[in-house]
């Protein structure tokens, strides 16, 4: 099993519906982040947390909403989908004790949104 | 702040042929370096990373890259290219500065012809 997992992996939608994208990890790293990829654009950061109570917004937060219901577990919403957001979203962990950075990603979620 | 700059949004080599990467970053402190890989339709993995250990990193499938100080490089290379390398590729730097959170390049997508 993949130590970061992504649901759904692929999702179309329509303008305006509510969407959540669902994160679970088996690393055990305090630290989950939510990042969006376009074409071109590389990889932005949407939210980041750095434990269960602590949330923080990423480079382009708006239209977006997380939930980290536990260590393990973080959500990415959006409330009211439109078309600019068809992108290709990942969920990363990190170790937070070993301060180098370093990413351990999932394998994406291709949300469309129509 | 800091940043990360690719080279090139697209790369293309001959099979068996050199792959050469470019990756410049800022950072006003002593970084931490990544390549990243992304298969077409999977996440991304550490491809290799510099953490103020030895300046030439060796990672995963052949790939080397060497930190330059003088000249605030980490390029990314190959002796020989092969049809599986043909990937994104991404570059990205942490650092104290940054709480080490990744700052990543726009990629780089190595074509590989036969």
């Known amino acids: 099993d993949a130590d970061v997992t992504q649901t759904p992996r692929n999702r179309i939608t329509k303008t305006g519906k509510r969407i959540m994208l669902e994160c679970s990890q088996t690393?055990?790293?305090?630290?989950m982040y939510w990042y969006r990829q376009d074409p071109g654009l590389g990889l932005r950061l949407i939210y980041y947390s750095f434990d269960v109570k602590d949330i923080n917004k990423g480079e382009i937060s708006d239209g977006y909403s997380v939930s980290r219901q536990a260590q393990a577990k973080f959500s990415l919403s959006l409330e009211s989908a439109i078309p600019n957001q068809t992108a290709l979203y990942f969920c990363?962990?990190?170790?937070?004790?070993?301060?180098?950075?370093?990413?351990?990603f999932g394998e994406g979620s291709r949300l469309t949104v129509l | 702040a800091q940043s990360v700059t690719q080279l090139g949004s697209h790369v293309s080599v001959s099979e068996g042929a050199l792959v050469l990467l470019r990756c410049n970053y800022s950072s006003s402190v002593p970084p931490y370096l990544f390549w990243y890989v992304q298969y077409p339709n999977q996440g991304l993995q550490l491809l290799l990373k510099?953490?103020?250990?030895a300046t030439l990193v060796k990672g995963i499938n052949g790939f080397e890259a060497e930190f330059k100080k003088s000249e605030t490089s980490f390029h990314l290379t190959k002796p020989s290219a092969h049809m599986s390398d043909a990937a994104e590729y991404f570059c990205?730097?942490?650092?104290?500065?940054?709480?080490?959170?990744?700052?990543w390049g726009a990629g780089t997508k190595l074509i590989i012809k036969p």
């Open positions: 690393k055990g790293h305090d630290r």
């Open positions: 990363a962990t990190s170790d937070g004790s070993r301060y180098t950075g370093e990413l351990f």
């Open positions: 990205a730097v942490s650092d104290r500065g940054s709480n080490y959170q990744l700052i």
């Open positions: 510099y953490t103020s250990a």
